[in-house]
């Protein structure tokens, strides 16, 4: 990995794509210090760790916890992903007539992506201002209000925009997906506060012969995620190789081309979206909790949008798993496939163009996605369900799915890396073997 982003500098196109991502985070980290006006920003830091936060702290790169401009981070702009792809699905017929109209019906999509970003930005700013201010010991609104509640909700909708539209700008002119290279770089910059939490728990104020205690679990903390780094590596670069045969062609082996899907074709999407489901309700629920927190229905909603409880997390693995079977089937259309591979006059051999091809495709995809379906559901649950076990820190609940993001993404930008220094050196090997004219 090195030695590719060494070489990746040498390269003036791909070092200024590099350069111009970078240039981006920056800025990315530099808004999330920027405190909202009218906010009491250390008012938060006594529920710094608990899920919500948390959560929301991931998608915000820490921007939460100073209640900054980018406290909302990318989530409403991943809930609202959620939402038009699943009105996609036969839902709205408008929504299908546009995923089928190629670029044009996507920027279409996407502009209705945006809108919705703008309403539930809004509505969950608000939600969760407003249900942080509820909290007796916080106090977290000077000077409480509707004009107070409305400006501090244009704001924070402002400011998923911009870091939506810097996620944009990184997508068309830098390296990664945006949206996720941001949720990767506020990971990778809160890395140094979790570990030094970690001293804090199991190490801090300790006797000499307790000592030995704390290290112990913290050299098993480290091990573990040596161990889930490592797998998740091995699991998100392993893939399935079809067989692709060509009628049209007379020379060359036929055995050299190949279908490759990933064993885990979702990535690490599912992950993000189970986590921005979870948090979005539990914003909402934060907005009734002064006039309702001793109702029923309240502490059960609660509770089963919590992940540091048992439902919660049973219903976080339950969402991945689904969104895995989902995002699969949207990132390898197999009606699609089955088109392209006719028009490209090649087929599976043993399975009949067409219809056949589908049903070929789609049964494989089902078969892959319960593999990674069930792997990212591991990854994500084993903290979680240790945290209850073992009374860790909170923070270590959410290690699975940080580490998840961190290694998928980081996989995803060498591979591109890798795919762009390769079609510059095809390239450029075109180009030195013409004959001069």
């Keep these: 990995m090195l030695s590719t982003m060494k070489n990746a500098f040498k390269v003036k196109d791909i070092r200024n794509k590099i350069l111009f991502t970078l240039m981006v985070l920056v800025v990315f980290r530099l808004g999330s210090y920027i405190t909202v006006p009218g906010v009491n920003a250390k008012a938060l830091q006594s529920v710094a760790s608990s899920g919500l936060v948390s959560i929301l702290n991931m998608f915000s790169g820490g921007g939460l916890t100073n209640y900054s401009i980018f406290a909302m981070g990318v989530s409403p702009y991943i809930t609202a992903q959620i939402v038009i792809q699943l009105l996609q699905m036969d839902i709205v017929p408008r929504y299908v007539e546009w995923s089928k109209q190629g670029e044009v019906g996507r920027r279409k999509l996407n502009q209705h992506t945006r809108y919705l970003t703008i309403i539930l930005a809004f509505v969950q700013s608000i939600g969760i201002t407003a249900g942080f201010n509820t909290l007796s010991s916080l106090n977290l609104v000077q000077n409480p209000g509707v004009k107070t509640y409305a400006m501090i909700g244009l704001i924070l909708t402002g400011g998923t925009m911009l870091t939506t539209w810097m996620g944009d700008m990184i997508t068309d002119h830098g390296l990664g997906n945006g949206v996720s290279m941001i949720i990767f770089a506020g990971i990778i910059a809160r890395m140094p506060t979790g570990l030094y939490q970690l001293y804090q728990t199991y190490l801090q104020n300790l006797t000499a012969s307790d000592w030995w205690q704390g290290a112990l679990v913290v050299l098993a903390v480290l091990i573990a995620v040596l161990v889930i780094v490592t797998w998740v590596t091995w699991v ?37 979206f189970a986590s921005s489901f979870i948090a979005t309700p539990q914003t909402v629920l934060m907005a009734f909790a002064n006039n309702h927190s001793e109702d029923t229905w309240y502490q059960v909603l609660t509770d089963v949008f919590n992940m540091q409880t048992t439902s919660g997390t049973i219903l976080y693995t339950i969402l991945i798993i689904l969104f895995t079977f989902f995002y699969a089937f949207v990132q390898v259309n197999p009606e699609k496939l089955s088109e392209n591979l006719q028009k490209q006059g090649s087929y599976i051999p ?71 220094m390769m079609k510059r050196t095809y390239v450029g090997f075109i180009q030195n073997s013409r004959p001069a004219e």
């Design 236 to 272: 998100q670069q392993a893939d399935r190789k079809i067989p692709i045969q060509y009628t049209r062609r007379v020379s060359g082996d036929p055995d050299s081309s190949y279908l490759p899907l990933k064993v885990n074709v979702a990535g690490v999407i599912p992950v993000i």
């Design 350 to 420: 043993g399975v009949w163009p067409g219809h056949e091809t589908q049903v070929y495709v789609s049964n494989l995809l089902m078969r892959l996605s319960t593999v990674g379906a069930l792997f990212l559901g591991l990854v994500a649950l084993i903290p979680l369900v240790a945290q209850n076990v073992w009374n860790l820190n909170e923070s270590i609940g959410l290690g699975g799915t940080s580490l998840l993001i961190v290694v998928g993404v980081a996989i995803q930008t060498i591979q591109q890396v890798e795919g762009l």
